[in-house]
C-alpha cells in the first residue's frame, strides 16, 4: 500500500508536524502518493478550536507540490468534522475550495468529544457507544458533501474499556444504517489503521465492519494511516492489504479532483 489518504500537519490543532517534514518521511517510506487532510472542526468546545487557516494550508501545499513533484504526488485534502446544526456553513466552505478529497467525521457527539473522558463519566460504555452511532445517522441525513466517512467506530478508541466489550453485532443495527446510507448516497468508507496506533489489535472501524459495508454492496474504500506525526505515517500499512482482501475487496480506492479512481490489489 503506497497511497496514504489521511495525513496532518501542524495546520491541524492536534499536530506539531510540519508539512515538509511529513512529505519527507513518506518519500522516505515509498510511498507514491500523500493526501493531507487537515481538521476542520467548527462549533469545537475547550480551549483549543479545530478551525483550520484554509488560504495559509493551501499556499504551502502548493508550494510543497511543486517542490517534491519529481518524488511523489501531493493531494490537497480535509477531514470535516460534520454536526447536524453546520450544514450550511460546510457547504459553503467546501464550495470554496479546489479540494481532491474529503473526509466527513464525527467528533463530537451533541457538543462533546469522546476523547475528553467527561463523555463517558457516570454512563453505560454501551450506550455511549449507541449515542455515537445514532449521531452519524443524522450527520448523514443532513450533509453528504464529501467522499467517505472516517473512523466510524472512532468512539471506542476512548471507551473505558475501549473494544473489549464492542462488536459488530452488537451494534449490527444501527452499523448497517450507517453503512446503508454511505451506500446509498454513493460516499465511501475508510479504513483507518490507527485503530493499531491506539492498541485496538484491528483498524477503524473493525474488520467486521468492512466484511459487511462489501457484502451491502459497498464498492469505494480510501486507506489512511490517520497520522499527525512523521512515526504514524503509513501506519501497519503491511496489514491493509490483507484485511481489504479478506473483507471481500480486490481494490482499493484513491481520489483525485473529488473523483474516485479504483486501484486493484496486487
Not at 18 to 46: A, N, R, W
Not at 212 to 227: A, C, P
Not at 240 to 250: M, N, Q, S, V, Y
Request: aromatic share 14%; charged share 25%; with cysteine.
Amino acid at each position: 500500500m503506497k497511497t496514504d489518504y489521511h495525513i496532518h500537519s501542524h495546520y491541524s490543532a492536534d499536530s506539531e508536524t510540519t508539512m515538509e517534514e511529513m512529505v519527507q518521511k513518506g518519500i522516505s517510506l515509498g510511498l507514491t502518493t500523500m493526501c493531507f487532510t487537515e481538521h476542520q472542526d467548527y462549533d469545537y468546545p475547550g480551549e483549543t478550536p479545530f478551525l483550520l487557516d484554509t488560504d495559509a494550508y493551501l499556499r504551502e501545499f502548493e508550494l510543497m507540490k511543486v517542490k517534491y513533484s519529481s518524488q511523489i504526488e501531493l493531494l490537497f485534502g480535509l477531514e470535516l468534522g460534520l454536526q447536524t446544526h453546520l450544514a450550511k456553513r460546510l457547504q459553503d466552505y467546501v464550495d470554496r475550495y479546489p479540494f481532491d478529497f474529503i473526509i466527513g467525521s464525527s467528533h463530537l457527539v451533541n457538543g462533546q468529544d469522546p476523547c475528553h473522558p467527561t463523555f463517558f463519566e457516570g454512563r453505560d460504555e454501551g450506550a455511549c457507544y449507541m449515542e455515537y452511532f445514532h449521531s452519524i445517522v443524522e450527520n448523514l441525513k443532513g450533509f453528504t458533501n464529501f467522499s467517505v466517512y472516517g473512523h466510524i467506530d472512532y468512539v471506542i478508541r476512548y471507551g473505558p474499556n475501549k473494544n473489549k466489550y464492542y462488536s459488530y453485532k452488537k451494534y449490527s443495527d444501527v452499523i448497517d444504517k450507517i453503512l446503508s446510507m454511505i451506500i446509498e448516497k454513493e460516499l465511501g468508507l475508510e479504513l483507518n489503521t490507527a485503530g493499531f496506533k491506539y492498541g485496538l489489535g484491528h483498524p477503524h472501524p473493525h474488520e467486521d465492519v468492512l466484511k459487511r459495508y462489501k457484502e451491502l454492496g459497498g464498492e469505494i474504500i480510501t486507506v489512511g494511516s490517520d497520522g499527525h506525526q512523521p512515526g504514524h505515517l503509513a501506519y501497519d500499512f503491511r496489514l491493509a492489504d490483507e484485511i481489504l482482501k479478506h473483507c471481500g475487496f480486490g481494490y482499493y480506492t484513491v481520489f483525485r479532483d473529488r473523483k474516485p479512481e479504483f486501484i486493484r490489489l496486487s
